[in-house]
């Protein structure tokens, strides 16, 4: 390495970890970590959550300060865009003209929320949860007695739903599909936090497209395709994500569902890795198919192997994904890709949760999925996690048995392989 010094553009949490984990890694030539917005870097799971209904004014939860990243003498940029990517020069340049050299770049640029088009629906009480100022905004509009639609019944959806019934909110969710939690979620747990949410009173609406939408005083007007109308206060919309691409592409590096990289988060570029959830990548426990995740822990793990790699560590990326989503009282947690199970067991272990695990036909198990109590769940999926990691084949009626636990199961396909 010529070592002109390492740049990352992105100060999420993909971002964040990287630019700490260069440095724990004994990285001592300079660190540039370039953010977009104003903020410190922050965590962006409680936005959705805890920073609606808490009593106090909300701030940023913060990943690390700037404090921290000066003793650890990492440049952050904050409040920056970068226009431009040059290859040939191996330089970037900000809005404000500034060029930046790199001897290696991580794209760390995350995601933006998939628009909502619609003739009219460019209402100031439209909104989208993306980031600390989009929560700050909403939050506003939570009272009691308002009516806040909901479009959208992924995670963000029914989180937002779940903050708003909590501050006293009437609450219509919206859903073109025929259930919630269409993407990596059985329909068997999606029933059961329908139903949670059903009994806080959120009512759905599915199979419905949106027509118009009008401002009509403080109020907004839905009419739907089928001619019935919803009048509310306000609207959120969480349809999902577009990975933010723009920068690769614009210097010709190979997109595909995110920019592309390797195992080893290197784009087509030299010198250029991409990670979060801004990148889709080949996993290896899934025939090697080209996957993109949003979630926390993969943004947090991707960032720090992108460091060690960009110092030429070559691991590849093989842990096993992992999500969850607080519903109320009960806490949601997937590891594996669900869609690459062929049939499922389930395990009720009564008051705790439930459990359900996806496998291949010749019995391998690629995720499992559970919900209810988080001091329960948590340990079993980490232990299904493990053997998901291990490509086990548990035995069927074991996984079925709440009698019979995960961590014995766990120890007997180890010592199998022995």
Not at 141 to 158: A, Y
Not at 193 to 211: L, Q
Request: charged fraction near 25%; charge should be negative; hydrophobic fraction near 40%.
């Amino acid at each position: 390495m010529n070592q002109l010094g390492m740049v990352i553009i992105g100060a999420g949490e993909c971002g964040t970890r990287a630019a700490m984990e260069l440095r724990a890694q004994g990285w001592t030539v300079s660190i540039t970590l370039i953010g977009e917005e104003q903020w410190e870097p922050y965590e962006r799971p409680p936005l959705s959550k805890r920073l609606l209904v808490e009593d106090s004014e909300p701030a940023p939860v913060l990943i690390v300060n700037s404090e921290k990243l000066s003793q650890h003498d990492i440049t952050f940029m904050s409040g920056c865009t970068v226009k431009e990517i040059n290859r040939n020069t191996r330089s970037l340049m900000l809005d404000g003209g500034q060029q930046i050299q790199y001897e290696r770049l991580l794209l760390a640029t995350g995601a933006c929320p998939r628009n909502f088009s619609l003739t009219g629906s460019e209402t100031a009480n439209v909104s989208y949860l993306r980031t600390f100022s989009d929560a700050a905004s909403l939050r506003k509009r939570l009272h009691p007695d308002k009516h806040i639609v909901v479009v959208g019944g992924g995670f963000i959806g029914l989180e937002v739903a779940a903050s708003a019934i909590e501050q006293g909110c009437k609450v219509t969710l919206i859903e073109l599909g025929p259930r919630i939690l269409m993407r990596g979620v059985p329909k068997e747990i999606a029933d059961i936090v329908e139903a949670r949410h059903r009994a806080a009173g959120v009512e759905f609406k599915y199979g419905v497209s949106i027509d118009t939408i009008e401002d009509i005083g403080d109020q907004q007007v839905i009419t739907f395709a089928d001619g019935t109308v919803v009048k509310c206060d306000s609207i959120v919309v969480g349809i999902g994500a577009i990975p933010e691409t723009g920068l690769a592409a614009g210097c010709g590096l190979e997109i595909e569902n995110g920019v592309c990289v390797d195992e080893m988060l290197r784009t087509s570029g030299p010198n250029i890795f991409a990670a979060g959830d801004c990148c889709s990548f080949p996993h290896r426990l899934y025939g090697g198919k080209r996957i993109r995740l949003e979630s926390w822990r993969n943004a947090q793990d991707q960032g720090s192997l992108a460091a060690r790699n960009m110092l030429d560590a070559g691991e590849p990326y093989t842990t096993v994904p992992w999500f969850w989503s607080d519903q109320y009282e009960q806490t949601l947690q997937v590891t594996g890709l669900t869609d690459f199970g062929d049939f499922i067991v389930s395990r009720d272990c009564g008051d705790n949760g439930k459990l359900f695990f996806h496998l291949t036909d010749d019995g391998r198990l690629v995720s499992a999925s559970a919900i209810g109590s988080i001091s329960k769940i948590a340990k079993d999926i980490r232990f299904s996690e493990m053997m998901i990691h291990q490509q086990a084949r548990p035995d069927l009626k074991a996984l079925a048995n709440p009698d019979i636990k995960l961590k014995t199961l766990l120890r007997d396909v180890a010592e199998s392989t022995l």
